[in-house]
């Protein structure tokens, strides 16, 4: 993710543009977290005492928050372990309805009856991650540059340690889109007594500039304060609850809502940005069919054709060995906005961000990895017909792959 960290953005921007006003203003007099550096510095001390900060003054309600130092998540392919872990209430064990089911690996049931937890991204509303203040990964521009000397400064720190502290994040960043439906997510970076909100998604983050939190009401307190009343918007459409969602596909022909049923996926991508392209064995609510439901964020460019518009050409030319798509088209309202700021003036450096647009297609073909093959027969045959797809596509629709590899 080089060069997709866009900031410093103005703390008060990064409010009014990512996270609505609350109906109500905050009523504590007191500053919420005006002690939290006080007292024993065992592991884990400061996150209880974050924690019960929050929860005394009630300034977020309907996010329960916990302090997963020490609990990992193990139902993803590495153990991710934010610090301090906010969920909705009122019963964290249960999954919402964007949670999304992962292959093969078993759903938390641990019982959350104490401050301590275990992460669990399925039910990730936010995360909250701790380092000391000499490393942050960010390096903020003196005041007073000219808008050139702006775009000259590096805003991410070159060094091992920083390299090293992006990448856990990205790789928590990762883990929250991954589990979900989402259109995006935040988190916050805690340097002791200063701290940095991130908004990610599939094309990069904004981060804002580093503030202080414990002399000042105005910061993190009026963002948890507004959090909540946002948290459905972060996260996108999915019907019912447990490790069964209702999924819709637009079909931009026929300009038509399809609706799915899917659980599990068995293809997915653990990134923060990009593609994140992800596959389900669903079901045509409509037909009772099986079909393959494949969920992506394409790059939108003008030039660059859809996937959706291609599988229209090459079913419509009859080529051999592709599937049928019954329908696909963007998913309305979900798309990237991280590169919208690049031309702010308080953005440092310069950063190519390419858009992306949330899209569906479903095909009425399920099938299976080449590497499962079951025998030399088999695996030849498979190759002989995705030479003969080509071959066919090529000459009768102008369409080459150029991307073809293990994993497309």
Known sequence: MAAQFIGPMPLIQFLKDFVPQAPEPFSSTSNVFEDVLEGPNRPGDFEDRFIRAVERTKLCPNVQFFNTTDGPDTNLFYRTKVDISGHRHPSPESSPASAIALPSLESSNSERTSLRGSVDWTIMEIGIELKDEDEDPFQDPPPGL????????????????????????????????????????????????????????????????????????????????????????????????????????????????????????????????????????????KTGQRAWLKDSWRIDMADMEKEVDIYRDLNKLRVRNVPIMLQGGDVAGQSTVTGDYVNEPWCCGTHDILKHQHCRLALDVIGRKLQDFKNSEELSSAVNDALIGHYDAYRLAKVLHRDVAETS
């Open 146 to 285: 000219s808008l050139q000397a702006r775009k000259d400064h590096i805003f991410e720190k070159d060094t091992q340690a920083a390299h090293t502290i992006r990448g856990q994040m990205i790789a928590y960043a990762a883990s929250h889109q991954t589990a979900q439906f989402r259109s995006f997510c935040f988190s916050v970076l805690l340097l002791k007594g200063e701290a940095r909100l991130v908004r990610w998604d599939r094309a990069g983050a904004i981060v804002t500039e580093k503030f202080n939190y414990t002399n000042c009401a105005d910061n993190l307190v009026e963002f948890l304060w507004r959090f909540e009343i946002q948290l459905a918007s972060q996260r996108l459409p999915g019907g019912t609850r447990g490790n069964v969602h209702k999924v819709t596909v637009h079909d931009s022909k026929d300009d038509q809502d399809h609706h799915f049923l899917v659980s599990s996926a068995t293809d997915w991508t653990l990134a923060a940005t990009g593609r994140s392209t992800r596959g389900w064995v669903a079901l045509d609510l």
